[in-house]
């Protein structure tokens, strides 16, 4: 491994290692309730529009893209 591959895999993974990523399913509600808490904190990144999760089923899927620190 080259200098240049070494310095690039280590900024890759500091990278990385800043953000939390999750998918939550629920209620719209409920999501809505953890939505507002992540943004309160200052911790929401990224947050997908919500996308049914079809059929009978009537909760939510949502990405969320969070800072850990």
């Known amino acids: 491994m080259t200098t240049r591959e070494r310095a690039y895999a280590k900024a890759n993974n500091q990278r990385a290692a800043q953000f939390t990523e999750l998918w939550i399913v629920g209620r719209p ?3 809505a ?3 507002r808490a992540a943004s309160a904190s200052g911790r929401l990144v ?3 529009p ?3 999760m079809g059929g009978d089923d009537t909760r939510h899927r949502r990405y969320l893209r969070l800072r850990t620190h």
């Open 29 to 31: 509600e409920d999501i």
């Open 33 to 35: 309730v953890m939505v």
């Open 46 to 48: 990224y947050l997908s």
């Open 50 to 52: 919500p996308t049914p």
